[in-house]
């Protein structure tokens, strides 16, 4: 099958590290700031957008606030009217958002849309989150008696490749720390500022507590405020939006490939089709080879960057294995070889990733696309991976529950 390629002409994030609430803001100034920022930053004329997606998943419990297609159709006089949706896959949310307007553009009915993850976040307590945050397990039926249930559900990933394949607290570790080191590079990054001793990384009860299972403090990606916006294309309207920025129409990235799987909600039903498997989670391993296929490219070793989603260390070291960079229960051996620090073979996540930049729910998948956007063109600032031609992603909603993974390159 033809596709028509999709462009993406670029756009911008908040920054993930700002309390809106502290400082006067709601959901809707989030999103205004969002998208007015990436508008400026890739001079986009508000009456050119045909259609909007909003990425977010849970505005009504958070804000008390839903309906936010109707928030965007507010920001701009020029924005009335126009048809708008909002798409919910728990933390795949933006990805979601990504791939309805993808769909428009492959069939012709817009040359122009914008696309917005968005999230806030920290408006309630951490127990009131935790709480919020459950409603992508299947209330009643998993994790009922965790404090935090996510901590607990992804806990129970990690005990399942403890018995498996065996797997070493320090790795997890490692990949914590790299993600914290690459977010002091992101001028958008939650931790940039952070300052964090050895012993934030090992066996201390005062500096790394046990949170829930066998996962610790630095094992847990941080929930923030975001919004990161994207504008996607067709093949003529990016070729005049070429000729106008006078740039060449090959110099902008577009989707190679993507991906999406959905499996069954219960943690435990996917680990008992998993054994089944190679990997763990082959609904996983197919939405990426999904990916690859469409993008024509033979093997991971033809990326150059993965932004992968890193909610948790065990997430990460989940998906090393399924992008194909080890095999299954082999992921350490990436980690032990430095392989994929920012310096490394392959740089894993040089934004930060879910654990170093932040995680706005809604917001983490379009973040991602904008992240490869930016490693394509040159404008990743210090965190710019050489040469890079090639970048791939995956969101992940739930517990492995709905999967995406995109090709994006130039």
């Not at 309207?237 to 069954?264: D, E, F, M, N, V």
């Amino acid at each position: 099958m033809i596709f028509k390629k999709v462009y993406i002409l670029g756009g911008a994030q908040t920054d993930f590290a700002i309390n809106w609430q502290r400082n006067g803001g709601e959901i809707a100034d989030l999103l205004k700031a969002g998208f007015e920022k990436a508008a400026t930053n890739c001079n986009i004329i508000p009456r050119d957008i045909q259609s909007a997606h909003i990425g977010n998943f849970v505005g009504e419990l958070f804000c008390k606030q839903g309906h936010l297609g109707g928030i965007f159709a507010s920001i701009h006089p020029d924005l009335e009217g126009i048809p708008t949706a909002r798409h919910e896959a728990a933390c795949a949310s933006g990805s979601m958002a990504i791939l309805a307007g993808m769909n428009q553009i492959q069939a012709g009915w817009c040359d122009l849309i914008c696309v917005s993850g968005i999230e806030m976040m920290r408006n309630v307590s951490g127990m009131e989150a935790s709480d919020h945050l459950g409603a992508a397990a299947w209330v009643g039926k998993e994790a009922t008696e965790a404090k935090y249930p996510w901590v607990y559900l992804f806990s129970e990933i990690a005990d399942y490749y403890q018995q498996r394949f065996g797997l070493q607290d320090e790795h997890l570790a490692e990949i914590a720390k790299i993600n914290y080191a690459n977010a002091k590079r992101n001028p958008n990054a939650q931790t940039r500022k952070w300052e964090q001793e050895e012993r934030c990384f090992v066996t201390d009860e005062e500096y790394n507590p046990i949170i829930e299972g066998r996962l610790r403090k630095a094992d847990c990606g941080r929930i923030t405020d975001g919004c990161a916006t994207v504008f996607l294309a067709s093949e003529e309207y990016a070729k005049q939006h070429a000729y106008r920025s006078q740039i060449p129409l090959a110099s902008i990235p577009y989707i190679k490939g993507w991906g999406h799987r959905t499996a069954t909600m219960l943690l435990q039903n996917k680990l008992e089709k998993g054994k089944e498997s190679a990997y763990p989670f082959p609904h996983l391993r197919g939405a990426i080879h999904d990916a690859f296929e469409r993008a024509g490219l033979s093997n991971v070793r033809e990326l150059d960057v993965i932004e992968t989603h890193d909610c948790f260390t065990i997430s990460e070291y989940v998906a090393l294995e399924h992008f194909g960079l080890a095999n299954p229960g082999e992921a350490w051996k990436m980690i032990e070889e430095d392989a994929i620090s920012f310096n490394g073979k392959l740089p894993i996540n040089p934004s930060g990733g879910l654990i170093g930049a932040g995680h706005p729910v809604g917001a983490t998948g379009v973040r991602m696309m904008l992240d490869a956007y930016k490693q394509l063109t040159n404008q990743a600032g210090d965190y710019q991976v050489a040469n890079t031609k090639n970048v791939g992603t995956l969101n992940i909603g739930g517990s492995f529950t709905t999967v995406a993974s995109f090709v994006v390159g130039v």
